[in-house]
């Protein structure tokens, strides 16, 4: 029996977002019974140090510890692992280079669903994975512009987040419009959600400025496409 | 680093929402950042064989299937196990023998919960926990008397389930709405959600007719409660 492994909790509500993401996909393509949805194996460590933190330069490394995540996903026999966190990729060379199963990159899963028609493109992220430049980079490899946030969007994003982390949705939403506006000021023709925190900000809002791609579904699509093109919604 | 097991995909809409209850509470007992949730490993295997059908002598055993993802969990050392699934628990002692961590009871500990001033109780379960008497024997060694469903009750809460398996809510609803009333007629004063689809259709009920033990909510509790009194909410 092929099992996708799931290495979260990065952070917790996000986890368990993506999860639902994927049952609701499995559901769409036709399941109607347990017998017919995905076995999952989520090693969900939120005690892993703050991403964010690291590459910023105020915290520890979180490597190790999301070596040893994918080191137990490995060791139960996962055929494939997925990270809902979109700030642990920065380490994702060095995950890849310890795992025998794929891992599947967010960001790349993300950036493919961008419209071709659009040309910038505003990234919303933590600050961590902002000030690294993941985004950044990857969508200039594929032509598109980077509209960066000024510092205050960039603390109204990271107070989404931090309040999505303390389970205090309301409060995210606010934050989340006055991002969205400034950037819809800034001529941004569409935004990526690069933190799996901020779909669950923007879940609450009935009309978005400019529209979106949510890093968390586009993991889940992509995960879901490879599951079931490998026929492991069928039990062995 | 102390991990909670759960056994999960029966079904996998009520693992999400069970791991989402466990993060809620941890939420409300002061968690603001990811790093004072939780750790879990969920062995998530929505290919174990129905329970309800093998309890009512219409499909396979899932005792072994059951029994691997146990085996699963305690070599992952997990030190507690959780099921949100109560028809799985007809296999409880069967399970604990096979288990080195121990495995909290859902319908312990949602009988556990029903006010002291409660005498007839509904008890809304698959077909199979029905016919097994589950729920039936533990109200009546506490001294409640159950209100069994009839047929046509029995066969909306059935496809209530079965809606919610298919992610259909909104039909699951109306189900639960036929069976609720019917109960309530009975004399019942209060009603036990015996199987962990149930809490997913009756969340979006206005104002149900009888107040409602909810056995995912109360699993949660327990759970919580278990692991914050061992401090596994600290990274170690």
């Known amino acids: 029996m092929a099992m996708i492994g799931i290495l979260g909790g990065m952070g917790p509500l996000a986890t368990v977002d993506f999860m639902e993401r994927v049952i609701d996909l499995t559901s769409s393509a036709g399941a109607l019974r347990d017998q017919q949805h995905l076995p999952l194996l989520v090693v969900h460590l939120p ?16 490597l190790p510890a999301l070596l040893r995540g994918i080191d137990m996903l490995n060791r139960n026999d996962v055929e494939l692992i997925v990270i809902p966190c979109n700030s642990a990729h920065h380490w994702y060379d060095a995950m890849c280079a ?30 961590g994975t902002f000030h ?33 982390k303390a389970g205090k949705i309301g409060a995210s939403t606010e934050h989340m419009a006055r991002a969205l506006d400034w950037f ?19 879940q609450q809002m009935d009309a978005p ?7 968390t579904l586009e993991l889940a699509r992509a995960t879901v496409s490879y599951a079931l093109s490998h026929g492991w919604n069928r039990a062995q």
């Open 132 to 164: 690294c430049g993941l985004y950044q980079r990857m969508l200039a490899a594929r032509g598109f512009e980077s509209v960066e946030p000024d510092e205050t969007t960039q603390q109204h994003i990271d107070a989404c987040i931090r309040d999505v």
């Open 209 to 215: 400025p400019i529209p979106m791609i949510d890093s």
């Open 184 to 202: 819809a000021r800034q001529g941004a023709e569409a935004g990526i959600l690069g933190c799996t925190e901020l779909p669950l900000a923007t």
């Open 47 to 62: 005690h892993i140090p703050d991403r964010s933190d690291a590459l910023l330069g105020t915290g520890e490394s979180p």
């Open 98 to 127: 310890e795992s025998r199963a794929p891992i599947i990159h967010i960001a790349e899963a993300s950036v493919a669903a961008l419209p071709a028609e659009v040309t910038r493109v505003a990234v919303m992220a933590t600050g």
